[in-house]
C-alpha cells in the first residue's frame, strides 16, 4: 500500500465524518419547535450544516482522485455507524438492536457487492 492510497483513503472517511456531523446538525436544527417557515432553512445550524455537506462533496471527489469506485460505497456506508453514535451523543438517541442489526446488514451488504469475484 503506498502512501497516495492512504492519503486519499482517509480524505474519504474525514469526507463521511463530516457528512455524518452535518446530518446530525439538520436533524438537530428540525428538532426545534420555534422553526418554522422561512426561519426553517435560514438559521445558523441549517447554513452552516448545508456548508458542511458541500465541503464533504468537494472531499469526496478529491478522494476518488486515488480511491477505486468499487470503494467508495464500502468506505461511505461508515457514515451510517458514526451517524448512529453521533445521535447518540449529541441527539440523546438509544442505540437500540434493531439498529445495530440494521446497520450490520447494510454494512455487509455493502461489502457483499462490492466484492471482487
Request: proline content about 3%; overall charge positive.
Amino acid at each position: 500500500m503506498n502512501l497516495a492510497f492512504s492519503y486519499y483513503h482517509l480524505i474519504f472517511v474525514v469526507s463521511v465524518t463530516i457528512s455524518s456531523i452535518s446530518q446530525v446538525m439538520l436533524k438537530k436544527s428540525a428538532n426545534k419547535k420555534e422553526n418554522t417557515g422561512l426561519k426553517e432553512y435560514l438559521n445558523p445550524l441549517v447554513i452552516i450544516a448545508y456548508g458542511l455537506f458541500f465541503i464533504s462533496t468537494v472531499l469526496t471527489m478529491y478522494a476518488f482522485k486515488g480511491v477505486p469506485m468499487n470503494q467508495g460505497p464500502v468506505i461511505e456506508s461508515l457514515g451510517y455507524v458514526i451517524v448512529m453514535i453521533l445521535g447518540r451523543i449529541f441527539l440523546s438517541e438509544k442505540i437500540t438492536r434493531n439498529k445495530l442489526i440494521g446497520i450490520c446488514l447494510i454494512l455487509a451488504g455493502v461489502l457483499l457487492c462490492s466484492w471482487r469475484f
